[in-house]
């Protein structure tokens, strides 16, 4: 399960798009993406892994995202409905 963040209503200041990498760059995209958006100052960024539609079996990025921002130790919940589902995680840095 995913460690809660708030309930309310979060606007992200950013939003990453990992669609189309191989599970081999998704760790250094995400490690990039986490100092590029600390640098700017961001708190809360969205990145989108998607549902895994196309993989066999597991979600591949998205169990990859995931366990990276767990050894991390980064909050993170999936995304409501409205903000895009099982697809995008909302990170909080």
């Not at 990859?64 to 980064?74: I, K």
């Amino acid at each position: 399960m995913c460690p809660f963040m708030n309930k309310y209503p979060q606007q992200p200041q950013a939003t990453y798009d990992l669609h189309g990498l191989r599970s081999w760059e998704v760790e250094d995209e995400l490690v990039r993406i986490f100092g590029v958006a600390k640098e700017s100052g961001y708190s809360i960024i969205h990145v989108i892994v998607g549902k895994g539609n196309n993989s066999s079996g597991v979600p591949v990025v998205r169990t990859m995202a995931q366990d990276l921002l767990v050894r991390r130790g980064y909050r993170y919940r999936f995304a409501k409905r409205q903000e895009g589902g099982e697809g995008v995680l909302v990170i909080s840095l």
